[in-house]
């Protein structure tokens, strides 16, 4: 889980009482709050997400509860479902909403050391899955990327189980828009081109972040290498393609004709469900790929999700 930054940062400190749960330490940040290590008498040791109630980012752009809804809609083993929410008032009368969930073990798969081809397959495999789920539900994640994808290494040292988290800008997709929003909120690395356009997303939106994630976590690198800003990011995706993973290690070439699909500017290009994706990937597998102990993950710098305004003109990808 990335590491706290000024931005979205709750005003609770270790100590706080929050709802009945006393706050035990900071485990790090989500897209739109801070998670801390909870006690509550009933339930005990649990991870407790709070953001303030009132945000400079608009009325409710914040509210935990709104994601704690949208979580306990889902059933999927690789999604955890929230204990409770609500809102709070903290000794020093800082208002904030707040849920508490389950504590997973493991670490988020930017920390998660060196995995294998295979490793990284079968994580894809897990979280295709759980996407597929939710977007069946009517729902997309928004923000799919390594940081948000925890796993926990078995006895023997490889990867289990992997859980998708962080749904803070996460929302319904078969719901009819509101008025046009040109903000953009996510994370530049792996954002879509339609995100980045301040256009509707949908179901290939979310695959096109976890075939980013993939690449990255194959390759050492994104699949697109940007300053920072939203300009850069989209002529990244229109000027740019990502180097062939061919290149890289020639026991992954088989790889790249799946990932620059799923990775396609346009969605309607990309497959069909994030399950076909991955299906597609596991189909170009060859021994050395799948066994060879590839990358280390840990040094990989993901980009914190960002909030944009987007320019009057923009570069089309």
């Given at each position: 889980m990335e590491q706290p930054t000024a931005t979205a940062v709750?005003?609770?400190?270790?100590?706080?009482?929050?709802?009945?749960?006393?706050?035990?330490?900071?485990?790090?940040?989500g897209g739109m709050g801070q998670v801390f290590v909870a006690h509550h008498p009933s339930i005990g040791r649990c991870a407790l997400k709070a953001a303030p109630a009132d945000s400079p980012m608009g009325p409710g752009s914040t509210d935990v509860r709104r994601e704690a809804a949208?979580?306990?809609?889902?059933?999927h083993p690789r999604i955890v479902r929230p204990f409770g929410s609500g809102r709070a008032v903290t000794a020093a009368g800082h208002h904030l909403t707040w849920m508490t969930m389950?504590?997973?073990?493991?670490?988020?798969?930017?920390?998660a050391g060196r995995l294998r081809a295979g490793e990284v397959l079968d994580v894809a495999r897990q979280i295709a899955d759980?996407?597929?789920?939710?977007?069946?539900?009517?729902?997309?994640?928004?923000?799919?990327?390594?940081?948000?994808?925890?796993?926990?290494?078995?006895?023997?040292?490889?990867?289990?189980?992997?859980?998708?988290?962080?749904?803070g800008i996460a929302r319904y997709w078969l719901r009819?828009?509101?008025?046009?929003?040109?903000?953009?909120?996510?994370?530049?690395?792996?954002?879509?081109?339609?995100?980045?356009r301040g256009e509707l997303c949908g179901p290939r939106s979310d695959q096109y972040g976890l075939a980013c994630t993939v690449y990255?976590?194959?390759?050492?690198?994104?699949?697109?290498?940007?300053?920072?800003?939203?300009?850069?990011?989209?002529a990244a995706r229109r000027f740019r393609a990502p180097e062939p993973l061919g290149a890289v290690d020639s026991a992954l070439a088989g790889f790249d004709a799946v990932l620059r699909r799923a990775l396609a500017s346009d969605p309607a290009d990309r497959f069909g469900s994030c399950g076909e994706f991955v299906r597609a990937l596991n189909s170009r597998v060859v021994p050395r790929a799948a066994t060879r102990p590839w990358i280390d993950t840990a040094p990989i710098a993901m980009s914190h999700a960002t909030q944009l305004r987007l320019p009057q003109t923009l570069i089309p990808a």
């Open positions: 709750p005003t609770v400190t270790v100590g706080d009482i929050v709802a009945g749960h006393r706050v035990d330490a900071v485990l790090g940040r949208l979580m306990t809609a889902l059933r389950p504590q997973i073990p493991g670490v988020d798969l930017t920390r759980a996407l597929d789920h939710i977007h069946t539900a009517g729902i997309i994640h928004c923000d799919v990327k390594a940081a948000n994808i925890m796993v926990e290494r078995t006895p023997t040292g490889r990867i289990g189980g992997a859980t998708l988290i962080d749904f009819a828009p509101g008025p046009a929003d040109p903000s953009f909120v996510g994370t530049l690395t792996t954002a879509p081109p339609e995100a980045l990255t976590m194959l390759a050492g690198f994104p699949p697109f290498l940007d300053d920072g800003t939203l300009q850069s990011a989209l």
